[in-house]
């Protein structure tokens, strides 16, 4: 693994190109506040945050990534458009002995700009492909966006939709409630005797209430729990084709062409698509080759839970390395931390490390 000398090197290369692409560079705190920001990373960052406890500041961790505070800072005050770029370590623990770091550099490019969300993503993406050329890696896209529009537009309950959206970052949860909501699964066992309890109009508790929950929210779950049971479940040629596109792994064009085959049975993911065919025409116009680019539809699911939109990541040769750089698109982000105030963005970060251990093995 690349020392940390060789890591600042590279970090520092890639600072000036991102600064010559029009980046104001920025920095963030190694030491954030972990209460509000862990819950925006989803599950796997928030299992490896270096949390802390500080006597005035309370629960503190170091910095798992740049994004969230980079949009905290724009949403403060930042003008419009704006593109940042930063470098920095960033620290993140590893369950297992591998060749993974918990601290190592990251280096990272942000775009906040309404003009056009497609041909930011087309910027940000071609510029990393462009600096990582040298290296052969193989990219990958994605768009999460198209999945969510896929799930809102199912003809079931909207507390089904909400549960499944809640969890298409955990693929294996998703697939466990989709079976069951399709009928394809029972209803767990203990679900399944408190909803013969309430039927029964049996009193289901007399223990004190120790938990958060008031009388009124835990009535709206258990009113929740019974309309559930009581709707039919979701279509069978609706979970299918939803398989289909969760399974959806091609070229960039081959999977529009299916994803426009798939729009006139679920006309919720056409404007999602037409925003699709946007970004590969602005790919196209900087260079990139989109006939090769590699798109599948689940890629980004097990990753940071604030991208809504494209994603994309790089990879080397090592199966157990993590990706040499990736991205997104995360509107929803800074409407979040902007507290009502929102504005498209994208970005997308580069671990140097791995960029000089790929580069000293390439002049070997």
């Known amino acids: 693994m690349a020392l940390k000398g060789a890591a600042r090197a590279e970090a520092d290369r890639l600072m000036a190109a991102f600064r010559a692409a029009g980046a104001v560079p920025v920095e963030a705190d190694?030491?954030?506040?972990?209460?509000?920001?862990?819950?925006?990373?989803?599950?796997?960052?928030?299992?490896?945050?270096?949390?802390?406890?500080?006597?005035?500041?309370?629960?503190?961790m170091l910095r798992p990534d740049f994004t969230v505070p980079v949009v905290q800072m724009h949403m403060s005050g930042g003008a419009e458009p704006a593109r940042y770029c930063y470098m920095g370590e960033v620290f993140r623990k590893q369950e297992h002995l591998t060749e993974r770091k918990s601290e190592y550099f990251q280096v990272g490019y942000e775009?906040?700009?309404?003009?056009?969300?497609?041909?930011?993503?087309a910027e940000v993406f071609a510029l990393f492909a462009d600096l990582l050329a040298p290296l052969r890696l193989r990219a990958v896209t994605g768009d999460i966006a198209i999945l969510m529009a896929a799930v809102q537009g199912l003809r079931?309950?909207?507390?089904?939709?909400?549960?499944?959206?809640?969890?298409?970052w955990r693929p294996r949860r998703?697939?466990?409630?989709?079976?069951r909501f399709g009928g394809r699964a029972p209803v767990p066992e203990t679900r399944a005797r408190l909803l013969a309890a309430l039927a029964a109009g049996e009193t289901l508790t007399t223990a004190p209430r120790?938990?958060?929950?008031?009388?009124?929210?835990?009535?709206?779950?258990?009113?929740a729990l019974e309309a559930d049971a009581q709707a039919a479940p979701i279509a069978a040629e609706e979970v299918a084709r939803l398989e289909d596109l969760?399974?959806?792994?091609?070229?960039?064009?081959?999977?529009?062409?299916?994803?426009?085959?798939?729009?006139?049975?679920?006309?919720?993911?056409?404007?999602?698509?037409?925003?699709?065919?946007a970004r590969l025409d602005a790919l196209g116009a900087k260079g990139v080759?989109?006939?090769?680019?590699?798109?599948?539809?689940?890629?980004?699911?097990?990753?940071?839970?604030?991208?809504?939109?494209?994603?994309?990541s790089f990879h080397g040769r090592g199966p157990d390395l993590p990706p040499i750089a990736s991205g997104g698109r995360y509107d929803a982000l800074t409407?979040?931390?902007?507290?009502?105030?929102?504005?498209?963005?994208?970005?997308?970060?580069?671990?140097?490390?791995?960029?000089?251990?790929?580069?000293?093995?390439?002049?070997?």
């Open 30 to 60: 190694i030491l954030q506040p972990a209460e509000v920001l862990l819950d925006l990373y989803g599950e796997d960052i928030r299992a490896r945050a270096y949390v802390t406890a500080d006597p005035l500041r309370g629960e503190m």
């Open 111 to 121: 775009v906040f700009d309404r003009a056009n969300p497609a041909l930011a993503d």
């Open 156 to 168: 079931t309950l909207e507390s089904r939709k909400s549960a499944l959206l809640r969890h298409i």
């Open 174 to 179: 998703f697939t466990q409630l989709l079976d």
């Open 210 to 223: 120790i938990g958060l929950r008031s009388d009124a929210e835990i009535a709206a779950r258990l009113e």
């Open 246 to 277: 969760l399974n959806l792994s091609a070229k960039s064009p081959a999977a529009l062409a299916h994803l426009r085959d798939l729009a006139r049975e679920m006309p919720a993911i056409a404007s999602a698509t037409d925003r699709m065919e």
């Open 289 to 312: 080759d989109v006939d090769t680019l590699d798109f599948e539809a689940s890629h980004g699911r097990t990753t940071l839970e604030y991208y809504d939109g494209f994603v994309f």
């Open 335 to 364: 409407q979040v931390l902007g507290q009502g105030r929102s504005i498209p963005a994208v970005g997308g970060v580069i671990r140097p490390g791995l960029v000089a251990d790929l580069t000293e093995g390439a002049s070997c």
